[in-house]
């Protein structure tokens, strides 16, 4: 009788167990690299987002860094469930934990966005930087200019 109970437990803790990692498992994990930095120092300021309206409010569902002195600098954001996303990043060179602008407002540390987009006149749009997040791993390279 201990016998069929005890394989009645290991059967229902399984059955408890598998629904989760097979959560876990549909879940992507992102590799953001930034090749070619042209300062080695400071850190790589990463938001991500999910949508259009965190993009245009500014409020990320991720948030990171990396170390610029890293060749290449790289940053894994682990467990995203699939969907697009879209990263804006920056280079800190002065370590203030600011983006550093000129009088007129325009960026003077490294900067860049997924897919590489490129600004005009603000942002790009969150659809010109969406890409999509499977499950399993995925990565991105963001050239910050």
């Not at 990171?64 to 467990?79: G, M």
């Not at 930087?129 to 499950?135: D, G, I, M």
Request: charged fraction near 15%; aromatic fraction near 8%.
């Amino acid at each position: 009788m201990t016998l069929v109970r005890t394989l009645a437990l290991a059967l229902a803790a399984a059955s408890i167990i598998a629904p989760a990692a097979r959560a876990q498992e549909a879940l992507g994990d992102l590799t953001l690299t930034f090749p070619d930095l042209k300062a080695k120092q400071g850190q790589i300021l990463i938001a991500v987002f999910d949508s259009p309206q965190g993009w245009a409010s500014g409020k990320p569902v991720r948030f990171t860094n990396a170390s610029a002195a890293k060749d290449p600098a790289a940053a894994k954001i682990l467990a995203l469930p699939p969907g697009s996303y879209a990263v804006r990043a920056f280079q800190d060179v002065d370590g203030d934990g600011k983006m550093a602008t000129n009088p007129f407002g325009i960026p003077t540390e490294p900067y860049g966005f997924s897919r590489d987009a490129q600004p005009n006149m603000g942002p790009p749009s969150f659809a010109a930087a969406a890409f999509e997040v499977k499950a399993g791993a995925n990565a991105q390279s963001l050239r910050l200019n």
